[in-house]
Nanobody, 124 residues
Framework: QVQLVESGGGLVQTGGSLRLSCVAS????????MGWFRQAPGKEREFVAA????????YYADSVKGRFTVSRDAAQNTVYLQMNSLKPEDTAIYYC?????????????????WGQGTQVTVSS
């Protein structure tokens, strides 16, 4: 049973930073792609960033490129999302997700496992 548990969300001012963590358990994640998505009120859940577990290749949405960094610690089975220079439009629930695919990693439907989400609020 795959479990993904996010933490690290909170309230931060514009320009501030947060680091989200996602602890993965239930199997070996070798070959998986780990993704971060977010959903703001009244909006669709959108891709933020992803990392391939084996090789560490990373992918980012244009809206966060240069501000967010995704990484993983294989020994701890943990994926991180470092978020810098936060803006009010980054306010959303952030979800960790796991996919057995290494293709189309920006597509929500490619991910079969999801965490419960963590709230990030950026005040102006």
């Amino acid at each position: 049973q795959v479990q993904l548990v996010e933490s690290g969300g909170g309230l931060v001012q514009t320009g501030g930073s947060l680091r989200l963590s996602c602890v993965a358990s239930g199997r070996t994640f070798s070959g998986y792609t780990m993704g971060w998505f977010r959903q703001a009120p009244g909006k669709e859940r959108e891709f933020v960033a992803a990392i391939r577990w084996n090789y560490g290749a990373t992918y980012y949405a244009d809206s966060v490129k240069g501000r967010f960094t995704v990484s993983r610690d294989a020994a701890q089975n943990t994926v991180y999302l470092q978020m810098n220079s936060l803006k009010p439009e980054d306010t959303a629930i952030y979800y960790c997700a796991a996919s057995t695919s290494v293709q189309r990693v920006t597509v929500r439907d490619r991910y079969g496992y999801w965490g419960q989400g963590t709230q990030v609020t950026v005040s102006s």
